[in-house]
């Protein structure tokens, strides 16, 4: 199983990115798919996730700025990040939660590479 995340990158403050993660390989399903973010020498923080039946949970500092949203037939999960500011500046991590084997309800947390986002002032 792996995670493929992309859309990162150098956007000025004020602007707008999207981020997308596909999750591959064989399973059975994906439970909740999110993103995570890392500032340097800190611990990875939620900024959002999503259910598969839409429920979201967003960070507060990100709530009115930033949607999640997913396509779950494609099982990917985008990240639309609007307004941004410079405390934005991370490396943004997706996330699943995928079950393995059928007939099986546990699931396994899978992460992606990382991508970098930038925000100048």
């Known amino acids: 199983v792996q995670l493929q995340a992309s859309g990162g990158g150098l956007v000025q403050a004020g602007g707008s990115l999207t981020l997308s993660c596909a999750a591959s390989g064989r399973f059975v399903s994906v439970n909740r798919m999110g993103w995570y973010r890392q500032y340097p020498m800190k611990e990875r923080e939620l900024v959002a996730t999503m259910t598969t039946d839409g429920s979201t949970n967003y960070a507060d500092s990100v709530k009115g700025r930033f949607i999640i949203s997913r396509d779950n037939a494609q099982n990917m999960v985008y990240l639309q990040m609007n307004s941004l500011k410079s405390e934005d500046t991370a490396v943004y991590h997706c996330?699943?939660?995928?079950?393995?084997?059928?007939?099986?309800?546990?699931?396994?947390?899978?992460w992606g590479q990382g991508t970098l986002v930038t925000v100048s002032s």
């Open positions: 996330n699943a939660q995928i079950v393995r084997f059928r007939g099986r309800t546990d699931t396994y947390d899978y």
